[in-house]
């Protein structure tokens, strides 16, 4: 078995979930058509909520942003018009959603809303979320050694909670020791990951990141933190190059760790 060894400064490691915790097939088959089926049923069932409007804000906010982009949906401001003008926005918000989709785009305003859409999935028990097998015993073993275990994704905290708390291996929210998203920067940024060992209080090269975009780990390692890029089935493929740049695992159990045997 190949083996990687931890450098011993390291404290923390730090996980991506999509390609590296959990097949991609699990986002892109189960939980993406979930929110492309149900949107615009959920936008008119929950419209009225505070939730709702802020996700539309957001949403909103995000459109004007995006609107030099080619295809680019506005969505126009609420007036109070009556029915028809309503769900005349409510289908922009739909379009918007399903254009930002479509370009697998990692907006915060979008992962705000999935996670909240997600929410009642889970906790009906109509979605479970999957790991690969070997992620839950090695985070098991890590945090036996000591080792702090954060998670850093793209979707919200509150997915991200929804994940680790509803999966196929029961509740494993407590594994966790904290949950970073986009509020705190995009995972291409190198600020982001100087935001996060500040916020954990440690120091960059004391985390160590896995994750299977070789962007987020070029960002991380210009931030002095140590990288592995982890190969999984389905992952998109690396060059040559990055094959022969980066530490590259295929199972979180090829990680060794100072003190283990
Ligand atoms: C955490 S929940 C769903 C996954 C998701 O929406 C996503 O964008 C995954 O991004 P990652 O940064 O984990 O690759
Ligand atoms: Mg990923």
Same mark, same amino acid.
């Given at each position: ?6 450098p ?6 730090l ?7 959990t ?8 939980? *993406? ?23 539309? +804000? ?5 459109? %004007? ?6 295809? $680019? ?21 739909v ?5 930002? /989709? ?12 999935q ?6 999935? *889970? ?9 690969? %097998? #070997? ?9 036996e050694?000591? /080792? ?7 979707? +919200? ?14 509740d &494993? ?6 949950? *970073? ?14 935001? &996060? ?9 004391? &985390?160590? *990141?896995l ?7 070029? $960002?991380?390692?210009k931030? #002095? ?5 982890? &190969?999984r ?26 003190s283990s045997?």
């Open positions: 078995m190949v083996v990687l060894s931890v011993a400064e390291v404290s923390v490691i996980l991506d979930i999509e390609g590296t915790t097949p991609i097939a699990f986002v892109k088959d189960i939980l *993406f058509p979930y929110i492309k089926e149900n949107v615009k049923e959920y936008l008119q069932t929950h419209w009225e909520e505070e939730e709702c409007q802020q996700d539309v +804000s957001l949403l909103r906010k995000q459109a %004007e942003e995006d609107s030099h982009l080619v295809g $680019a949906v506005p969505i126009p401001a609420a007036s109070e018009n009556g029915a028809d003008d309503l769900q005349h926005t409510i289908q922009a918000v379009d918007n959603v399903c254009w930002q /989709m479509s370009l697998d785009r990692k907006t915060t305003a979008l992962k705000q809303l996670g909240h859409m997600w929410r009642a999935a *889970f906790a009906a028990g109509r979605v479970k979320a999957e790991f690969f %097998e #070997d992620v839950v015993p090695a985070v098991r073993k890590w945090r050694a000591g /080792m702090k275990v954060y998670v850093y994704s793209s979707g +919200s905290v509150e997915a991200q909670k929804l994940l680790f708390g509803y999966s196929t291996e029961g &494993i929210l407590e594994l966790i020791d904290g949950h *970073f998203d986009t509020k705190i920067g995009h995972k291409v940024e190198s600020e982001s990951y100087r935001k &996060i060992a500040d916020s954990i209080g440690c120091s960059t090269s004391n &985390i160590l *990141f994750t299977d975009i070789t962007p987020e780990a070029s $960002a991380a390692e931030a #002095d933190v140590h990288v592995a890029v982890v &190969i089935p389905g992952n998109a493929g690396l060059t040559d190059d990055e094959k022969t740049y980066y530490s590259l695992i295929t199972s979180f159990s090829e990680l060794h760790l100072p045997c």
